[in-house]
């Protein structure tokens, strides 16, 4: 496909549980990010990988949040023991060079509830 | 740090009605933004951006935005909505140490009434 994809598009998982989402950018873009979206919070930046630099990692809430990015393309953000306020939309963007303006386009999120 | 306020959390308005969807930032150095647009159940998708040039943009769906650097302004437009114009849209800055890093105001829901 020539969009963003992220998968699952629905995660329903027990409180303390695990879960990793997974995001495939658009081919060729070399900025990738993650942001959670919530009711009443806006979008949420969670994390910014560029190319082989050191991630952006200062939008992460807590140590149970991480994220890779392999091979400079596929990323997985995982959260660990998960609590009931990680409920939320996870979206995935990628850019093909946002120092020049280009813009991020988003995958259809994957929406996370922890019951 | 930039920050970005949408000043209006929905605006409502009839069809065929003007409106106009208020942002504000907040950035000491020269940033780049951006308007998406979310349907309900759908991800992000790009209105328009300002890079530099002309401070009028025109972007998809006949909405047009105005960069004020004066006022750090921002603000979306549209002459005349429709009703498939309702969803909630975001206004969004780059820039800084860091063009990469958007950062999103909280949005503005838009309802277009018959």
């Known amino acids: 496909g020539a969009g963003v994809s992220q998968s699952p598009s629905n995660k329903v998982t027990e409180k303390g549980k695990d879960v990793e989402l997974r995001c495939d950018p658009i081919?060729?873009?070399?900025?990738l990010y993650w942001y959670r979206q919530s009711l009443g919070q806006g979008l949420e930046f969670l994390i910014y990988?560029?190319?082989?630099?050191?991630?952006?990692k200062s939008g992460l809430p807590s140590d149970r949040f991480s994220a890779e990015r392999t091979g400079g393309s596929v990323s997985t953000l995982t959260i660990q023991r998960t609590q009931q306020e990680d409920s939320a939309v996870y979206l995935c963007?990628?850019?093909?060079?946002?120092?020049?303006?280009?813009?991020?386009?988003f995958g259809q999120g994957t929406r996370l509830t922890v019951v | 740090a930039q920050s970005v306020t949408q000043l209006d959390s929905q605006v409502p308005v009839f069809e065929e009605a003007p409106v106009e969807l208020r942002c504000n930032y907040s950035?000491?150095?020269?940033?780049?933004l951006f308007w998406y647009v979310q349907y309900p159940n759908q991800g992000l998708q790009l209105l328009l951006k300002?890079?530099?040039?002309?401070?009028l943009v025109k972007g998809i769906n006949g909405f047009e935005a105005e960069f004020n650097k004066s006022q750090t302004s921002f603000h979306l437009r549209k002459p005349s909505v429709h009703i498939s114009d309702t969803a909630e849209y975001f206004c969004?800055?780059?820039?800084?140490?860091?063009?990469?890093?958007?950062?999103f105001g909280q949005g503005t829901i838009l309802t277009v009434h018959p």
């Open positions: 963007a990628s850019s093909l060079d946002p120092g020049a303006g280009t813009e991020a386009f």
């Open positions: 969004a800055a780059a820039g800084g140490t860091s063009y990469g890093k958007l950062t």
């Open positions: 990988f560029q190319g082989n630099s050191a991630p952006d």
């Open positions: 081919s060729g873009h070399t900025a």
């Open positions: 300002y890079l530099s040039g002309s401070t």
């Open positions: 950035s000491s150095v020269s940033v780049y």
